[in-house]
């Protein structure tokens, strides 16, 4: 049985001195056959050129800048591939990042959405940690099904778009990244996703994010926009709860928390502004009270944790696809 073709999308943006690593990441992959697009979402700097030296080993596409999320969606308008994977220009994989990932998504089963690995963080002049430590995201076998995503992401972000590989059939029902969020789109896809059904793991990093601490990258330059930064969270939130019929309510309970949690910090970083209370508590001082709120949550009976089960059986996998044959 042939094995199915990954389309790999790499948006950029005026990132010619960085871009190779992340291509050359995705062209020494174990894995074959892999799709790589790279959407160059209007850069100004040598990244054509750049992108021009790849002749035949990648597929470039070309468009007026539109921002991270309107650049990975045209990737998908143009991918090939039943699955698709996402890396940022300035990240990269390990080399048998798409095999270990494909080879737990088949076993999972088309009823499956998506595969996500482990993510080591570097950032300059800290620590290393990984994705699943920073989010508490704790698996207890090297691989399976994760039962809960959705309850789990409804309390807190795991970083999807480096470490996932999804179905494209699902990518399609959820509709794409939002293109109106300024930051947070990869965190609004992944929970739409984990509202469609169990996830597969693999708890071990199989991704590198490595974070430029300026702002051109933008999970920097959301910490430093704090407000603007809690607004997506609240847009995403009250989206998920409008228009998600059947959401559990485990998750519905979470998200509600959550958006009274925000709207206490705008509320909060508004009397700030209008010297209502101490002008030098600023939105620095109101993030700090959120991050010891959030971190005595953390500590709680009532914080989810990941709830998982083994892979099943290559043959138990194939008699439930034959069950199954419309589903995603």
Request: proline share 7%; hydrophobic share 40%; net charge positive.
């Amino acid at each position: 049985m042939p094995q199915p073709l990954v389309s790999v999308i790499i948006p950029t943006f005026n990132r010619a001195g960085i871009v190779p690593r992340a291509i050359d990441s995705v062209l020494g992959q174990t894995y074959r056959p892999v799709e790589v697009i790279v959407v160059d979402d209007g850069s100004t700097d040598e990244t054509p050129r750049v992108l021009g030296a790849y002749s035949g080993a990648i597929v470039p596409v070309f468009q007026a800048n539109a921002g991270a999320a309107a650049a990975r969606n045209r990737g998908l308008r143009e991918a090939q591939g039943d699955l698709v994977a996402f890396l940022d220009s300035d990240d990269v994989w390990l080399a048998t990042k798409l095999q270990r990932q494909v080879g737990v998504l088949e076993r999972a089963g088309r009823d499956v959405p998506c595969c996500l690995c482990d993510t080591l963080m570097r950032m300059p002049g800290q620590q290393e940690r990984s994705s699943f430590q920073i989010s508490f995201v704790k698996l207890p076998e090297p691989q399976g099904l994760w039962l809960n995503p959705a309850v789990v992401l409804a309390t807190r972000f795991v970083l999807f778009c480096q470490a996932a590989l999804i179905r494209r059939a699902a990518l399609r029902d959820c509709g794409g990244f939002d293109e109106r969020l300024w930051v947070m789109e990869d965190h609004d896809l992944a929970l739409r996703l984990a509202l469609r059904g169990p996830w597969a793991f693999v708890r071990e990093p199989l991704a590198v994010w490595c974070g430029a601490n300026d702002e051109s990258n933008l999970s920097v330059a959301a910490l430093k926009q704090a407000v603007r930064y809690y607004q997506c969270i609240e847009d995403i939130d009250r989206k998920i709860l409008e228009q998600e019929p059947g959401l559990d309510e485990k998750v519905r309970y979470f998200l509600r928390r959550d958006r009274r949690r925000i709207r206490w910090f705008l509320r909060a970083a508004q009397w700030t502004a209008g010297g209502r209370i101490l002008p030098r508590l600023g939105a620095r001082g109101i993030t700090a009270w959120d991050w010891y709120r959030q971190a005595w949550f953390r500590r709680s009976r009532a914080y989810p944790r990941p709830e998982t089960a083994p892979l099943p059986e290559p043959a138990e996998t194939g008699a439930r696809d034959r069950t199954r044959p419309g589903t995603v």
